[in-house]
């Protein structure tokens, strides 16, 4: 900082800096996409395995009750109104009882705008709720915080859940990309939950791993505006209770084949 009554000293080369600085801002302007965050590209481990128990396949009522449990995207943000959002159109969709159970902000690690960490709020949910199924959505949040305890956090709330609710069958929804390219952080989270819930046995659907969200479609599902921030859109709620219902409907048991079919002739019985 330059002495009281003398006077700062000039500096030449701020002028060819600027000019540097602007032809530089005109070029990434010129490149820029709303969905792109290059400075946070995908983490995979292309050699990690994933141990796990080939889950059983589920067998539902024809009108169960299902709890949807999850985040923001669960609760509906971003949508014209949250009864809107995809975990409502999902039960809508497929005829079920549905128990919609979303919290901004919220994460295994993370307290939400209006309520507790996922493992909290677990701890609250109704005892006689009693669901045939259970998902679980997310989270994003957690992508925010140090990996130190995430596994700890996953695994106490799954075993609060499993104990509370021992006869729903329980599916893990990893988290969808909210930009693109995939943050490694989000990256990593699909891969721990993806590894845990191979562990259990039980079903996880990754719309990472599936492709959901891609630069030909992120507009369509993403509203990258200042109310949305970079949630799904009215439309992308829809489009996601479709893929959703999609690779739900992997995990289902087959319920329309007929027991007491003819056998073919032609067919030998070894």
Known sequence: MPAP??????RPWLPVVGAALAVAAVCALGMWRPWVTPSAP???????????IAPDPIELPDEPRVLIF??????????????????YRLGENLGWDTVVDGIRASGYLRTGLDGGTYGERIADLDPALDPD???????????LFSPDGYTDAVTAAW??????????AIVILGPAPQVLPVEAPTAQIDLELARLAGERGWWYISPIAEGW????????VIDTGPIGRDHPSTDGHAYLAERVAESLS??????????DAPLDEEVVTP
């Open 5 to 10: 009554g003398h006077p700062r000293p000039r």
């Open 42 to 52: 995908v983490a995979v481990e292309e050699n990690q395995a994933v141990v796990s």
């Open 70 to 87: 999850g985040d923001s995207w669960v609760y509906g943000s971003a949508a014209v109104v949250p009864t809107l959002g995809f975990a």
């Open 133 to 143: 199924l259970v998902i679980v959505e997310g989270s994003i949040n957690d992508r």
């Open 159 to 168: 075993d609060s859940l499993e104990a509370l609710y021992p006869e729903a």
């Open 213 to 220: 969200i891609t630069e030909a479609n992120y507009l369509d």
């Open 250 to 259: 992997r995990t289902f048991a087959e319920t329309d084949v007929v027991a």
